[in-house]
């Protein structure tokens, strides 16, 4: 793995795809047990959690439902604050098992305000799987449920995870570098 350069700013490997492949099914293997025979219905909030979304879902062993939405939360490398519900939910989730699939939750801002939004619609349980947390820049009161892995505040782009629309198609996860000035 080399180093990639997106918008004149350069990143380092930083967690290979074998090693998120192995841990989506652990992730999914405690799904299962956890919501198993719930008919569970995954929320996967668009664009960035779909490659870690496809993975997961298909690795649970239960019946299980998909459905997406899409916020927008975030310009360039640094949080703006302010989420805006992009394309909403059309699903009944009145008395259902909802897990809410996200590529990273760093502030909590966006998940925070998603969650709001539909404990208000009365899901019987609703849950928070996300492949990436990053715990020292969290700003809300939330606590995912299923977390692939935490990582410290550094901005990172690769499966799934964007620099302004770029970079999500990248089967690894890769680390801003440090800058040598
Ligand atoms: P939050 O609202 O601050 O928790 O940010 C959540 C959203 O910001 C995520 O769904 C991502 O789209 C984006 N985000 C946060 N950290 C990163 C990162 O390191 N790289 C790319 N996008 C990120
Ligand atoms: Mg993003």
Redesign the pocket.
Known sequence: MEQVTYNGLTFEPYIRREKIEARIKELARTITADCGGKRPLFLV?LN?AFPFASDLFRAVETDAEISFIRLK??EG?S?TGT?KEVIGLNEDIQGRTVIVV??????????HRLLNDLRAKNPAELKVATLLF?PE?LRCDVKPDYVGFAIPP????GFG???DGLARNLPDIYVLKEQAD
Do not use: H, N, R
């Open positions: 909030v960035g939360s975030y490398t949080s989420v996200e590529d990273i939750v760093d502030t909590g801002t966006t998940i990053k820049s550094k901005f990172i782009i995870l964007d620099l």
